[in-house]
């Protein structure tokens, strides 16, 4: 398994930036990519940026050119800076760890969660 663990959440003005990392521990040779998910009030958990081992990333629409996902595997954190925060950013933002097995991904598991609130 392995134990994932963010910061950097906390109350910004639109426009503003934060920046939220998540630290792997425990079983990390298994991870083949790292996700960041959020969760706002009332909706379904989605998928806001991934990156793979190779360094590949890929962004939800919605945070495309404001939102910048990267990893540091020398202290095996996940970054996610975020650039012109709106509003609608508000949510409680969750990292995830995934091992692909040659035909599909598998979590590894999960963070607490750090939130995130933009205010207007």
């Known amino acids: 398994q392995v134990q994932l663990v963010e910061s950097g959440g906390g109350l910004v003005q639109a426009g503003g930036s934060l920046r939220l990392s998540c630290a792997a521990s425990g079983s990390i040779f298994s991870i083949n990519g790292m996700a960041w998910h959020r969760q706002a009030p009332g909706k379904q958990r989605e998928l806001v940026a991934s990156?793979?081992?190779?360094?590949?990333?890929n962004y939800a629409d919605s945070v495309k050119g404001r939102f910048t996902i990267s990893r540091d595997n020398a202290k095996n954190t996940v970054y996610l800076q975020m650039n012109s925060l709106k509003p609608e950013d508000t949510a409680v933002y969750y990292c995830?760890?995934?091992?692909?097995?040659?035909?599909?991904?598998?979590?590894?598991?999960w963070g607490q969660g750090t939130q995130v609130t933009v205010s207007s």
């Open positions: 995830n760890a995934d091992e692909f097995n040659g035909s599909s991904w598998l979590s590894l598991g």
């Open positions: 990156i793979s081992n190779g360094g590949s990333t």
